[in-house]
């Protein structure tokens, strides 16, 4: 019986979990509204009304570009903060747009501002709704998917609107918890779900002690990725090699190697950074790593702007590269309440906010909002898919141009979303060695 090629493989994770407190600690019943969206079609449900002058085309690369410079922006605010960083731009975005969609006034106005998301509603939502239909599309050979859900202190009245466009245009699931009477099983339940999604690998995205009192509303993102390397490396090819820490630590970690005649992919360099893609199976999603010439990230990452990842992915060419990429894996957790307030959305996080359409009251504002990432990418086995492999067109009297990408340093690295060109993830890798 032949064996199944085992190839090295990719695993990222995200979560999020975004946090509604109540002004008074009681959960008393404001005046009667539904709770749950009607499974027939109701006035509420029609108020969405799309413009036909704006394709879908159009919103979704209005949502893409918000959510990828949002996504650049709050990694700024982590990156000072020494490590490793691995976050998801898209999951944070769908989140918050969540929330967004509950919010009037300025506390609207500056999550629209911060969010980088259009300020009316249609285009938002159903660009959102557009986006995610491309993400879960079933025909994918690598494994996207992501899931929102929305969780709610029992008897606490929630306005039917609010409801009918978060099932509507994300696809959120409303579920009715205890956070006053059985917290626990409250936690239990969301952290069930969230592992749930993330096939496993997310455990404990609520830890204990962050429900309290006041928590009335919980929203959930998670997004999960299993992909397999278009160009696979060949595990017998890793060796220990060095890697050199922001410090200047020289350590040895297990690199992976991708050599010879096969080692074609888009790629570009300048005086600045060298940029490498590597495609997934399906080639819709794609890696896309960041080397900088210097030793440290810093100069890199305060360049680093939407503008500019396109500016450089225009010259990405088909070039023959060796590859040198260290095995690695990875887990962050991100209480962001502090950076968010720092990016704007300060008035949201108080006791003025004012996030009337989600009860029909301004008894509600942000209490946390949790990130918590996953992404592991490694070899399984001892067999590599097409180790030996002839190389049609080319004759070996021509000499050609052989690059070299050695990843023997700080890099940034970001997961793309090639039809939308949404950055599903992104992060940088400062230490293989940690976990």
């Known amino acids: 019986m032949k064996k199944r090629p085992l190839v090295p493989r990719i695993f990222i994770l995200s979560a999020i979990a975004i946090f509604f407190t109540g002004l008074n600690g009681s959960a008393e019943k404001p005046e009667v509204r539904s709770r749950w969206p009607e499974k027939s079609g109701s006035k509420e449900s029609k108020e969405v009304i799309f413009k036909p002058a704006v394709s879908n085309g159009q919103r979704i690369e209005e949502i893409v570009e918000g959510s990828n410079r949002f996504g650049l922006a709050i990694y700024r605010q982590i990156s000072p903060e020494k490590g490793n960083h691995f976050l998801s731009p898209l999951s944070l975005s769908l989140a918050l747009s969540m929330a967004l969609e509950g919010a009037a006034g300025e506390t609207a106005k500056a999550m629209v501002h911060v969010l980088n998301l ?44 609010y409801l009918d466009v978060i099932a509507r245009s994300y696809g959120g699931q409303a579920t009715n918890v205890d956070f006053l009477n059985q917290r626990e099983q409250a936690r239990k339940m969301i952290n069930d779900w969230t592992e749930k999604k993330t096939a496993g690998k997310i455990k404990d995205l609520i830890p204990p002690g962050i429900i309290n009192n006041l928590t009335r509303v919980i929203l959930t993102n998670a997004i999960y990725f299993r992909g397999l390397w278009l160009l696979p490396f060949n595990p017998e090819f890793t060796r220990p090699e060095k890697f050199y820490l922001p410090d200047g630590q020289e350590i040895e970690v297990p690199m992976m190697r991708f050599l010879g005649d096969r080692a074609r992919f888009p790629y570009m360099e300048n005086d600045e950074v060298q940029m490498l893609e590597m495609l997934y199976e399906g080639q819709d999603i794609s890696m896309l790593i960041l080397l900088p010439r210097q030793k440290t990230l810093t100069a890199l990452e305060d360049k680093l702007t939407v503008e500019i990842i396109k500016e450089w992915g225009k010259n990405l060419k088909e070039e023959r590269v060796d590859v040198y990429l260290p095995r690695f894996k990875m887990e962050t957790k991100y209480f962001l309440k502090e950076k968010l307030e720092a990016m704007g959305l300060g008035l949201a996080f108080s006791s003025k906010a004012d996030f009337s359409g989600i009860n029909g009251r301004r008894d509600l504002y942000l209490q946390q909002v949790i990130h918590q990432a996953f992404v592991e990418v490694n070899e399984e086995g001892t067999e590599a898919a097409g180790a030996t492999g002839v190389l049609i067109g080319r004759t070996a009297y021509i000499p050609e141009k052989r690059y070299v990408f050695r990843a023997d340093r700080p890099f940034i690295f970001l997961i793309r979303e090639k039809t939308s060109g949404a950055i599903l993830f992104l992060g940088r890798l400062c230490d293989p060695r940690s976990g």
């Open 118 to 161: 259009p300020e009316e509603a249609s285009l938002r939502q159903t660009g959102f709704m557009e986006l995610q239909k491309i993400i879960n599309r079933p025909e994918r050979k690598s494994e996207l998917r992501l899931a929102n859900a929305i969780w709610i202190q029992k008897d606490f009245e929630i306005l039917k609107s």
